[in-house]
């Protein structure tokens, strides 16, 4: 017989015998398969249990971490905000006592130029009140000469009376030209005082 004879003999045995087998052997058998796939459905809804349960816990673990990080970050936040109000309440204290500081100096310089301006300016009011006296026994045109320069000597004296009474209002950036002007002004005044006094 040939190899394929053989063969087919096989298989028709095999099958023969297979469908010969008694029902309560194929019960059996499907029973056994049944409890087969039933532990292993159960095998993997334990292993899926135990992944959720694992996984539940890996999540509460990170939100823990999550909030012990979120804690700690709000408190370098409230620190570094504490700490940059202190600097910020050190700076402005330093502001304000530097403006206080300067304007103490600012109206102490003011204060000072006032005393030393209005002792000049009575120095140079008393010679233009000497001066008035002395020209009225002055005749002809040295009379009129010396009477408009007392005229033009008191409407001097008001420009400088006006300027340090504005003196007080005055800025530090305003303060050095209003002096200089009202020096300036007296010096003219003094000038235009001795020039007619000469005349007399």
């Known amino acids: 017989m ?5 063969i087919a003999i096989g298989l028709s045995t095999a099958l023969f015998t ?16 049944q409890e087969a796939a039933n532990e292993a459905a159960d095998t993997r809804n334990e292993a899926q249990r135990e992944l959720n349960q694992e996984a539940a816990e890996a999540q509460g673990k990170a939100n823990e971490k999550i909030g ?20 910020v309440g050190a700076a402005a204290n330093e502001v304000r006592e530097e403006t206080g ?24 009011s008393r010679s233009l009140d000497e001066l008035k006296v002395k020209a009225t026994q002055a005749k002809g045109a040295a009379q009129t000469e010396v009477q408009a320069a007392i005229a033009e000597a008191e ?7 006006q300027d340090l ?10 303060l050095e030209a209003l ?17 007619a006094d000469d005349k007399i």
């Open 165 to 174: 009474q504005r003196l007080q209002a005055a800025t530090a950036q305003e």
């Open 68 to 87: 012990e990080a979120q804690g700690e970050a709000r408190e370098e936040v409230a620190e570094a905000q504490a700490e940059a109000n202190d600097k």
């Open 101 to 124: 500081e300067a304007l103490t100096a600012l109206s102490k310089a003011k204060n000072d130029f006032r005393a030393k301006a209005e002792k000049e300016l009575a120095d140079v």
């Open 18 to 33: 297979g469908c010969n087998k008694p029902a309560e052997d194929v019960q059996d058998e499907t029973q056994e398969a």
């Open 155 to 161: 409407q001097r004296r008001g420009v400088v009376v």
């Open 2 to 6: 040939n190899r394929k004879a053989w």
């Open 179 to 195: 002096t200089a002007r009202v020096d300036k002004q007296i010096d003219e005044l003094r000038k235009k005082v001795d020039n």
